[in-house]
Structure formats: C-alpha cells, structure tokens
C-alpha cells in the first residue's frame, strides 16, 4: 500500500526515503517535497526514516479533516481553498500529479 508523506526538501535530499518512492514540490510551498512511497527496504529502515524529525505522514483514517492553512497555501495554485478536507485537497494534488493516488 502507497503511503504519503511531507517533509523540508533539505530533509529529503539528505535522507530520501529507502525504498521505492516519488517526490515532488507542490507548487505553493517550495519549503515542502510531498513523497508517495511504494515500498521499503525493510521495516527497521522505514521505522527509522519515519522518525526522522520533519517527516509527516498522512494517515488515510484522517483525510476526511479539514486540511490546515499549510496544506492549503501549498496547494492553492491548483484550486485549494480554505475549509477544504485533506480529501478535497488531495484530489487536487492527484489531478495535477497523478502518482499522489492509492
């Protein structure tokens, strides 16, 4: 199963995560690399990448929130407004890069 992660780029380029994964900026952050990972190394490398400060998951059980202001401002350019759920946003992230989808 696809999991889908935020993190600072400077994180991400000196620790991508180990295994199989995308990356890509969204165009309203350029503080912020989004990382669809398709599988691991193992389960010790991704305990440990998991934990490295600065890498958010996000969980599928919490899509239905409402998405806070920073998923918002990143995602504004592709229709992301205020009061959207993850979900909502989401969506708009896999029209514009189709490789953010389950």
């Not at 993190?7 to 199989?20: C, E, I, S």
């Not at 350029?30 to 490295?52: F, G, I, K, R, Y």
Request: aromatic fraction near 12%.
């Amino acid at each position: 199963m696809r999991q889908f992660f935020t993190l600072p780029p400077a994180l991400f380029a000196t620790n991508p995560p180990p295994g199989g994964y995308h990356a890509a900026q969204p165009p309203g952050a350029p503080n912020v690399t989004m990382v669809v990972v398709e599988c691991w190394d193992s389960h010790a490398a991704q305990d440990a990448w998991e934990a490295l400060p600065g890498v958010t998951e996000h969980y599928l059980e919490n899509w239905g929130q409402v998405a806070p202001a920073g998923v918002i401002a990143a995602v504004a350019p592709w229709g992301a407004t205020a009061g959207m759920t993850l979900r909502q946003v989401f969506g708009l992230v896999r029209k514009n890069w189709p490789v953010w989808r389950l």
